[in-house]
């Protein structure tokens, strides 16, 4: 569609429109407004005198000084909460909290080396065999096993420098519980 036909359409559309007459009061409200503007621009325009800039002045400025007032008020009093809360945090007595536990004396003589006697047996095992020590899973479980080894004996030098606490057995059972797992499960492979 060109342009000259679009006009044309829309030339054709704005005609068909229908076509309202506002009500007379619409009118009225339109002349009494252009009549107010017209009243308030025709009215005399008066400077006041010095003495009444002044005291305005005087009251504007007292004004201010009051609302300084009350937020100066306000904000040394709001200081002084904080400060009171502040020094009480700081001289309030600490909170302190302990525990005890008990250790079994059962829990203190346990031998940690009873598997012992599996390993030297899964050793003869793989001088006696020694292509299937080699296989890859193999070797991962030594690998897991070594770990394990390691990890049991960092254990066992806390509980000499630290003493006996619940938290290290407890850990070091589990150490013993996993290794005895993989060793387990290297016998398994083995036969």
């Known amino acids: 569609m060109n342009k000259s036909n679009k ?3 829309l030339q054709q559309g704005l005609k068909k429109l229908p ?10 409200n339109v002349a009494n407004s252009l009549v107010l503007r017209g009243g308030i621009e025709g009215l005399p325009e008066y400077e006041p005198s010095e003495k009444s800039w002044g005291r305005i002045e005087k009251r504007l400025v007292s ?10 008020i306000a904000a040394t009093i709001l200081i002084v909460i904080c400060g009171n ?7 309030a007595p600490s909170d302190f909290t302990y525990s005890t536990e008990i250790v079994e004396a059962k829990a203190l003589q ?5 598997d012992q006697t599996v390993l ?11 292509g299937i020590c080699t296989d890859d899973e193999f070797q991962d479980l030594e690998f897991s096993l070594q770990e394990l080894d390691e ?3 960092e254990l066992k030098v806390a509980i000499a420098t630290y003493g006996v606490d ?13 290794r005895t797992a993989v060793l387990k499960e290297m016998m398994g492979y083995l036969l």
């Open 7 to 9: 006009q044309n359409s």
């Open 85 to 91: 809360w502040w020094v009480n945090q700081q001289l």
């Open 63 to 72: 004004a201010k000084r009051k609302h300084w007032q009350k937020w100066a």
């Open 120 to 130: 030297s047996q899964i050793i003869s095992i793989c001088e006696a065999k020694k």
């Open 110 to 114: 346990i031998n940690w080396e009873t």
């Open 166 to 178: 619940m938290e290290l057995l407890t850990q070091l059972e589990k150490v013993e519980r996993e």
């Open 151 to 153: 990890a049991k004996n």
């Open 19 to 28: 076509v309202y007459d506002p009500p007379e009061s619409v009118w009225n």
